[in-house]
């Protein structure tokens, strides 16, 4: 393609998705420079987060232009360049998420900085998809998302529960203080361990540094919330004999997940790149594979656009306490990191990704009551 026809082939594909170039709307975009055209035909996602970050474009509300372009699937029409494909090759011949690698995106995104955390999230730190059917807050919804986890998953006081990437102990906490239950967690994070500990000090909770599978025991229940996002293709079946190995008999194991329409051997190329280092959204075809034989699902919930929610009061946040971040992190962070919320806040809006809560059992136990939705 000749360069000087960038500028009309990536006008038009923006036009099949009512965005213009330097409109007057909210979802149009302003181009600061000439090359942004030539760059994002060849790069793709990549050039276009990457290019954002290097403010060669703006657009007021970034939110609304995503989910304008993913409703019109304009993410399959501009497919990237060669370092996607080998990207993609790579991920099928290797184990991106072997556990030599597992402390990667804990180095890299969860120990960033727990001040950036602290201002970003809930009063609670907890930093997965709230449940806002009936909150009108974001503290108010993570709590009713912790409290919706253990109604589903029946707990009760003196229970011992195992949680597979545990965050900074939100839900260990929750359940310690308000189950009576005794709560095992582990992470990949030191940062995360530091400040979790000291979040549930004098409470029935052990917080580990440590890789989901290398735990032992066993419980009588076994959850993630927001691990599997990490786990990778190719140890899915690996995840899910973790669980049925420290699973009691008669247990019942919970997982938290974003989830993809399709299924993928790699993330986004941007997303990967800035935000979470070999991350990958498992699908249906993926985790059912994963699980057969070992476990029996009885119940796969959705709520999906409660993220988009979550996710604009995070940005909120984030926007409301940069001034007093601003002297740690840089510009050029406060642009990627707008991107990432906005860009995930439309992704969830266009119901290109989902938010899914599974109930499972092990073959043979009586179906539990489970559906508190």
């Known amino acids: 393609m000749a360069k000087q026809d960038a500028p009309r082939v990536v006008r038009d594909l923006l036009l099949t998705a009512g965005i213009t170039i330097n409109g007057d709307n909210p979802w149009d975009i302003t181009v600061h420079r000439e ?34 372009a993913l409703r019109a699937r304009l993410d399959r029409m501009v497919k990237g360049n060669l370092q996607t494909a080998w990207h993609t090759l790579t991920a099928r011949l290797f184990n991106l998420q072997k556990k030599s690698r597992a402390d990667e995106v804990g180095r890299k995104h969860y120990d960033i900085g727990n001040d950036l955390y602290r201002a970003m999230l809930d009063s609670r730190m907890v930093y997965t998809c709230g449940y806002w059917r009936n909150a009108d807050c974001l503290d108010d919804a993570q709590i009713a998302k912790m409290d919706l986890v253990c109604r589903k998953v029946g707990l009760r006081p ?22 009576g239950a005794e709560v095992t967690g582990v992470t990949i994070s030191k940062e995360q361990v530091e400040l979790g500990c000291e979040i549930c000090k004098g409470l029935p909770v052990e917080i580990r540094y440590q890789d989901y599978r290398e735990v032992s025991g066993v419980y009588d229940r076994v959850i993630s919330i927001g691990i ?27 997982f938290h997940t974003i989830g993809g329409n399709v299924s993928i051997v790699i993330g986004n190329p941007w997303t990967t790149r800035y935000i979470f280092p070999n991350g990958q959204i498992p699908s249906i075809a993926q985790l059912g594979k994963a699980m057969e034989g070992l476990m029996v699902i009885e119940d796969w919930h959705n ?11 995070w940005y909120e946040n984030f926007e409301k306490h940069w001034p007093e971040l601003q002297d740690r992190y840089s510009e050029r962070f406060h642009r990627m990191w707008r991107f990432y919320l906005l860009s995930s806040a439309g992704a969830f809006r266009s119901r290109s990704i989902q938010l899914w809560q599974v109930v499972m059992t092990k073959p043979g136990m009586s179906q539990p ?3 508190c939705v």
């Open 369 to 371: 009551d489970c559906r």
């Open 158 to 179: 003196g229970m011992k529960v195992l949680e597979l990437g545990c965050g900074w102990g939100s839900f260990a906490r929750y359940a310690a203080e308000t189950y």
């Open 35 to 68: 090359d942004f055209f030539g760059r994002v035909l060849r790069g793709g996602v990549l050039a276009l987060g990457e290019s954002y970050m290097d403010g060669w474009w703006d657009c007021e509300a970034l939110d609304q232009m995503f989910d304008r």
């Open 303 to 313: 709520f999906g656009p409660d993220y988009d929610k979550t996710l604009m009061a």
């Open 228 to 254: 599997l996002e990490h786990v990778g293709y190719k140890n899915y079946r690996v995840y899910m004999k973790t669980v049925d190995r420290t699973l009691k008999d008669d247990g019942i194991a919970f």
